[in-house]
């Protein structure tokens, strides 16, 4: 079987990433610009898609889902990936590509991961399987938390810096959800 790139094509057929995007920000975005650029297909897995309504997980997935799309449109393929439990383990590593065979019929030739190191042995105990990890670093200093906590002062000027222009007439409702949920900690974590 040819890989993509001898088709003349892309080097990776299909990358996927995993991210609870609460809120999305431009971090992510050059990531997922990455895999956009590399790989024929890119999964989108919005983990904790089960989770909303809390200070750490203040959106819905449907909500996380909409700015995505907003963004990328079709160039990417989105699915929800709810928490099972278990951490970032070889166990959670076999949950995600059961996933992403189920969603693709195939597994992922790449995986694109921000700083977390711990995601290294997701694949392990997948034997005869090789999936590459790019691992883009951190050269916007921004997190989801801090986004959050920049609806939480009203700052739409600091938010819009690390925010796409699309989600910009978003930030109202955006930041209707972080208030309503910053003294929430309940979960529904499985």
Known sequence: MKTAKEKGGKPYCLGIMVGR?????????????KAVELCEEVGVFIGS???SGTFKNPFTYETREKMLRRIYGKRI?????????VGNNSRWGDYVLDNVVEKFGKSPDLLISGKEERRIDWFDSVKGLSISELYIP?????SASQMRGFFLND????????????L??????????????RDNTETDSI
Request: charged share 25%; glycine share 4%.
């Open 155 to 166: 700052d739409f000027e600091s938010w819009k810096q690390y925010a796409h222009p699309l």
């Open 21 to 33: 995007f609460q809120t999305f920000h431009n971090g992510h975005k050059m990531m997922i610009d």
């Open 49 to 51: 898609s089960q989770e």
């Open 77 to 85: 393929s989105i699915y929800p990936l709810p928490d099972i439990g």
């Open 168 to 181: 910009w007439k978003d930030f109202d409702e955006l930041k209707k959800a972080v208030v309503d949920s």
């Open 138 to 142: 951190k050269t916007i200093n921004i």
